[in-house]
C-alpha cells in the first residue's frame, strides 16, 4: 500500500455534487493499493497513520498525532499512486490492484482506521470519479509505503 498523507485543517470529498465524506482538522489519506497488499499492510499502515506525531504541541513542536488531537481522516481510493511512466508519456497502471481486490482492502483499511481513532473517519467513493478539496496545513505532505517502511 502507498498512502500520500497530508495534513490538514479541512477536508472534503464529492461526487455528482454531493459531498460523500469531509473532515475537519486531521489528515487527509490518498490510498493505493497493488496486487500484492494484505492485512499486515492494512494494519502496519493504520498504526502508523494513527501515530504519526505531525501536529503542534502546546509549545509548537510536532509531538501529536492525529490520534492525541481527536482529528479526523479522509480516506480517498487512488489507484494512480501505482503509475508507471517509464516506458513513456502514457502512465501503465500495471501495478494497481484489480477493483476486486483494492476495494475490500481498501474498506478494511478504513475500518482499521475507525478502531483506532476516535476523530471520525470519511471516505470517497471507490471508483467514482471525486472532487477532492482541501485546506492543507503547513502544507505537510508525506508518501509512506508499506514496503519500504518508510
Known sequence: MRAV????KSASVTVAGEVVGAIDAG???LLGVQEDDGSEDIAWLAQKLAGLR????????WNRSVSD???GVL????FTLFASTKKGTKPSWHRAAKPELAAPLCEQFIAAMSALLTG?????????????ALVNDGPVT???DTKSRE
Open 142 to 144: 508525506l508518501i509512506i
Open 54 to 61: 505531525i501536529f503542534a504541541d502546546e509549545s509548537g513542536g
Open 5 to 8: 498523507v497530508q495534513r490538514v
Open 27 to 29: 489528515l487527509l489519506v
Open 75 to 78: 480516506v480517498v481510493s487512488q
Open 69 to 71: 488531537i481527536g482529528g
Open 120 to 132: 471520525k473517519v470519511q471516505s470517497g467513493r471507490f471508483g467514482a470519479m471525486m472532487d477532492v
